[in-house]
Nanobody, 115 residues
Framework: QVQLVESGGGLVQAGGSLRLSCAASGSIFSINVMGWYRQAPGKQRESVAVIISGGNINYADSVKGRFTISRDNAKNTVYLQMNSLKPEDTAVYHC?????????WGQGTQVTVSS
């Protein structure tokens, strides 16, 4: 079993920054993918950023140039640095991982951007 613990959400003014962290723990033999989704009220879930073993990274068009995903393999932790935040970035952010050939999800962390 793999557990994901997220941290770093909160309330920030438009134009500000936040850094989300997501640490994976448990019986981990391999991690192929780590990434972030977000869910805003009344909107579809959106893939924000993903980093794949080998270094491939993909971002949603809506966050390109503002968000940066990174990973610390030694700590099994993925980060999401969010800069130039906009009110439309307000959502619950969930991290996920594909570990041991299974998908695991974090509990989610609220990000609120005030105008």
């Amino acid at each position: 079993q793999v557990q994901l613990v997220e941290s770093g959400g909160g309330l920030v003014q438009a134009g500000g920054s936040l850094r989300l962290s997501c640490a994976a723990s448990g019986s981990i033999f391999s991690i192929n993918v780590m990434g972030w989704y977000r869910q805003a009220p009344g909107k579809q879930r959106e893939s924000v950023a993903v980093i794949i073993s080998g270094g491939n990274i993909n971002y949603a068009d809506s966050v390109k140039g503002r968000f940066t995903i990174s990973r610390d393999n030694a700590k099994n932790t993925v980060y999401l640095q969010m800069n130039s935040l906009k009110p439309e970035d307000t959502a619950v952010y969930h991290c996920y991982t594909v570990a041991n050939s299974r998908v695991y999800w974090g509990q989610g962390t609220q990000v609120t951007v005030s105008s």
